[in-house]
């Protein structure tokens, strides 16, 4: 008996330690908590004190070009906030006090004094705090300097009044209560619609970057807010603490508006005088990577971005699902697109509209594509210059013919040659001794199939658009080397090209090149950062000069010959599916000075508004406007003029209705859609 008595008087004393080391290690952990966040649960404590608490607001930082030009600004404005429950309590004990703040808010900010008084004195709102008078409506700090100096001038005046009155005078007793200001910063946009879709846009308030840059760098753009509590304890001491503001940073670009504004002008130019379904430019830095400018024909107004009255009719966004944007976004999805609503389609048109299609958008590149071919084959030593291959206007690929470029056979061409003259035919031999383990590890060099890491937003993912080596089958390898059946990003291409223009080094593309904080102190220095070695120097000066030649005895010949200048690039024509409609994109990539080059400029329109779109001819003769003005603007001089010639290109005609190609014949003969072309209609939106 004693014996259970101890043992049960031993379980309850273990069961006692037990509980007080559990009493013991919760009180250290809840010590611990407490220590650790200190700051934050004084400050909550603060804010359930006596007093009151106010945001100190952090600036956003700005967005500057290479210039220094301002692309991204801030304007402090504040939202007028009324107090009913204090304006009727003071109107208690000083009449007057609704009807003067009515007064001076209404002659202040161009509001309705009878609204306002109805607002004030309205019995409802008798326990009503916070109450914004116009939902939407901020005020600037010039509106704001003139309200404070009716009520500085109206206490003034109280006070001379009042010193006059005598002791049984008529005194001035109204106050102005009841009323107080809500600040914040309001995004502003100085250039409008430049570079619209690289800087992107804020919320209302400029506390979320939306697309491009502002969301992009959201988090160092933004600053964080600081706060000032002021309480009163038991005693009735009043203490005052703050938590510092961190302001936004500034990114400095290297961007150029001026060269953003050319593009822009262009692009409005062309599409007054020709037109086209959608139509982009770009140009970069080929010797480190730097985005100079991109621009489109539907770059939008930043200070009103929804707004889409600027770029459509009335009538056409009354029927957007008719609108081309949209028609190629829901493509092989049509009942989609016409089971939504109007305020549906509209919202997805605006969408469509905001995309960079610089960077997330995908097309096939066409003959701009040869580039990439010519190149591997001189660097692998597959093709050699002096080689020779023939086209007699056609070649038998499988069960496919692939027809020339030419309207008539070439004969024997050398590579440089096939270049210049854009020969399918050619091309096709020659990939045939590339092979598709060389022709694939050379995308894979230059980047195809793989995202740029750009720092900008929404990067298409080009992964599943190009035929990995084990696909690469003898119409899919024929068709890629002259760019037909795998896609790009317009930024893929431009980078590629960038890397063989100045001699093999490619650089991963980059906007932002340096950050300063708000102090103007610098941050971080963005480097330029090399990825890799696509050609060694002596691939890249024979592909300097397969791009002179196609200016000078090539394609280019017709429109975009400069003869005094040392540039050079591609045209390019890719048929887009379904084949055999007589749509295309067509464009053109160069640049200048090729020796060292300065820029390069990329120009792509989607269905030009032409009889035949199958010719480079329109991209031709906008990218030949816009090199007069770069050429100017880069201080690209005049070399000594280069006259030798090997083919009169002068029968090409214009564009309005004749050209150098087939006027849209497929240049594969596909009669029954058999070849996999990976993003055929409803499996993938291949623009």
Known sequence: MNKKRFSSGKRLAVAMIVVSLFLIILLAFAIGMVISNRDEYHHKALAQATGTGKTILAKPGIILDANGTRLADNVKVSRLILDPSVAQATEKNAPGTIEKTAEIIAEAFSLSKEDLVRVL???????????????????????????????????????????????????????VEGVWFEEEYRRTYPLNSTLSKVIGYTTKDA?????????????????????EFIYIDENGNKTREV??????????????????????????NYMAEWGGKRVNAMVIDPRNGEIIAMASDTDFDLNDPSNLSALYTEEELENPEELYLLQEAFKGRKSVLEGMTHEEQLTALLQQVQINHCVSGTYEPGSTAKALTLATGIETGI????????????????????????????????????????????????????????????????????????????????????YPEDRLGEIELATNAFGQGFNVTMLQLASAYASIINGGYYYQPHVVTRIEDSAGNIVKEVEPVLVRRTVSESTAEYMREAFRYVVTNGTANGYLLRQEYDFGGKTGASEKLPRGTGDYVVSFIGGAPLHDAKFLLYVEIDVPDVEDQSSSLPAQDMAAKIFDRLFVYFNVYKMAADDAYTYDWSKLGDYK???????????????????????????????
């Not at 270049?419 to 980047?447: D, H, P, T």
């Open 121 to 175: 004195s309205d019995p409802e709102n008798e326990h009503l705090a916070y109450l914004r008078f116009e939902k939407d409506n901020v005020h600037t700090e010039e509106e704001m300097a003139k309200y404070n100096e009716l009520v500085a001038a109206f206490q003034e005046e109280k006070k001379e009044h009042n010193a006059n009155a005598g002791k049984d005078g008529n005194k001035i007793t109204a106050k």
């Open 207 to 227: 506390t979320t970057g939306l697309i491009g840059l502002e969301l992009q760098y959201n988090d160092i753009l933004r600053g964080t807010n600081g706060k």
């Open 243 to 268: 938590t510092d503001r961190l302001d936004g940073q500034t990114i400095i670009t290297s961007l150029d508006a001026k060269v953003a504004k050319i593009l822009q002008e262009e692009i409005a």
């Open 383 to 466: 093709i050699k210059p002096d080689d020779s291959y023939y086209c007699d206007g056609a070649i038998q690929v499988g069960k496919y013919t692939i027809h020339c470029h030419m309207n008539t056979f070439c004969g024997d061409l050398k590579p440089i040659e096939a270049f210049g003259r854009s020969c399918n035919v050619c091309f096709v031999r020659m990939v045939e001794k590339i092979g598709s383990e060389a022709f694939s590890k050379y995308q894979e060099l230059f980047n195809l199939g793989q995202k740029t890491n750009v720092d900008l937003p929404g990067e298409a993912n080009t992964s599943a658009l190009i």
């Open 657 to 687: 209705g004749m050209s150098d190609a087939q006027g849209g014949v497929s240049f594969v003969d596909d009669p029954d859609q058999s070849i996999d072309w990976l993003f055929d209609e409803g499996k993938d939106d291949h623009n």
